[in-house]
């Protein structure tokens, strides 16, 4: 079992920034594609960005190009979700995955708790 851990959501203006970090254990990123899907009250979850395991490729969700950067830190075990130009139809849970299949949709195995983005205008 893998367990992804967010941090790093909150409260913050239309145009203002947010990193997200998403903690695993072991070697997850090593062994693991990472991605970040989000989900607003009412909506389904969508994907944001991912990342190929141990860094390299990175794809993004059109929405966010070009202001959301996904990077990993393979020492850490961390992958990280740099937001700038934040807008308020940014504000959601934003989950971290960890899978096996190189994908933009939800197939990934292992998911985060999620952590709160709430962007104000």
């Known amino acids: 079992q893998v367990q992804l851990v967010e941090s790093g959501g909150g409260l913050v203006r239309a145009g203002g920034s947010l990193r997200l970090s998403c903690a695993a254990p072991g070697r997850t990123f090593s062994l693991y594609h990472m991605a970040w899907f989000r989900q607003a009250p009412g909506k389904e979850r969508e994907f944001v960005a991912r990342i190929f395991r141990s860094g390299g490729a990175t794809n993004y969700a059109d929405s966010v190009k070009g202001r959301f950067t996904i990077s990993g830190d393979i020492v850490k075990n961390t992958v990280y979700l740099q937001m700038d130009s934040l807008k308020p139809e940014d504000t959601a849970v934003y989950y971290c995955?960890?899978?096996?299949?190189?994908?933009?949709?939800?197939?990934?195995?292992?998911w985060g708790q999620g952590t709160q983005v709430t962007v104000s205008s």
């Open positions: 995955a960890a899978g096996v299949v190189w994908s933009a949709s939800a197939r990934y195995d292992y």
